[in-house]
T-cell receptor, first 113, second 114 residues
Framework: QQQVKQSPQSLIVQKGGIPIINCAYE??????FPWYQQFPGKGPALLIA?????SEKKEGRFTISFNKSAKQFSLHIMDSQPGDSATYFC????????????FGRGTSLIVHP | ETGVTQSPTHLIKTRGQQVTLRCSSQ?????VSWYQQALGQGPQFIFQ???????GRGNFPPRFSGLQFPNYSSELNVNALELDDSALYLC?????????????FGPGTRLLVL
């Protein structure tokens, strides 16, 4: 059972474009929604995260939009750059003493110069 | 670069063999989590160790086992390897088991089972 569904699987944009990656979750107990960025040969790195008490969070060129009633959240990358080309994973986790994120399947983003 | 290191970087094994993967956590971190990332998929949680004790386990069979040592480094052991075990194995360390923002991943060990 896939608890976090991510789309699209791949995305190609031109430099300066605004790629949008979407995720949907099923478990209403999730209380933390991070996005990770993974470059080839590297492990995932936390990019930005949101909690369900806010609808939007911005950090630099990265914005998370969160819709609690629809159980959906999305990542927007403003003014995308070729260096943003990577695989992006959304994730979600329950509250509790152990941080155990459930990851989406990932989106491969290519930003053309 | 994170301070989490993993060895080896690549490994080829045959079906039925056993494998041991190693992870050195970032300095000051006492929690290590292991993940399996199949090709084209997101990481899947295998288990977590906190201060040398297993602190949570995902949906993986008992042939996946682990250890954490007094210096908080960790091993992942997989017995009776199957073809589907081919994947990137990631470890992540954090200062506390529930810590979210400062869980850092290593670069992974890519395992190929033939």
């Amino acid at each position: 059972q896939q608890q976090v569904k991510q789309s699209p699987q791949s995305l190609i944009v031109q430099k300066g474009g605004i790629p949008i990656i979407n995720c949907a979750y099923e478990n209403t107990a999730f209380d933390y929604f991070p996005w990770y960025q993974q470059f080839p040969g590297k492990g995932p790195a936390l990019l930005i995260a949101i909690r369900p008490d806010v609808s939007e969070k911005k950090e630099g060129r990265f914005t998370i939009s969160f819709n609690k009633s629809a159980k959906q959240f999305s990542l927007h990358i403003m003014d995308s750059q070729p260096g943003d080309s990577a695989t992006y994973f959304c994730a979600a986790s329950n509250p509790g003493g152990s941080y155990i994120p459930t990851f989406g399947r990932g989106t491969s983003l290519i930003v053309h110069p | 670069e994170t301070g989490v290191t993993q060895s080896p970087t690549h490994l080829i094994k045959t079906r039925g063999q056993q494998v041991t993967l190693r992870c050195s956590s970032q300095s000051g971190h006492n929690t290590v989590s292991w993940y399996q990332q199949a090709l084209g998929q997101g990481p899947q949680f295998i288990f977590q160790y906190y201060r040398e004790e297993e602190n949570g386990r995902g949906n993986f069979p008992p042939r996946f086992s682990g250890l954490q040592f007094p210096n908080y480094s960790s091993e992942l052991n997989v017995n009776a390897l199957e073809l589907d075990d081919s994947a990137l194995y990631l470890c992540a360390s954090s200062h506390l088991a529930g810590e979210r923002e400062t869980q850092y991943f290593g670069p992974g060990t890519r395992l190929l089972v033939l």
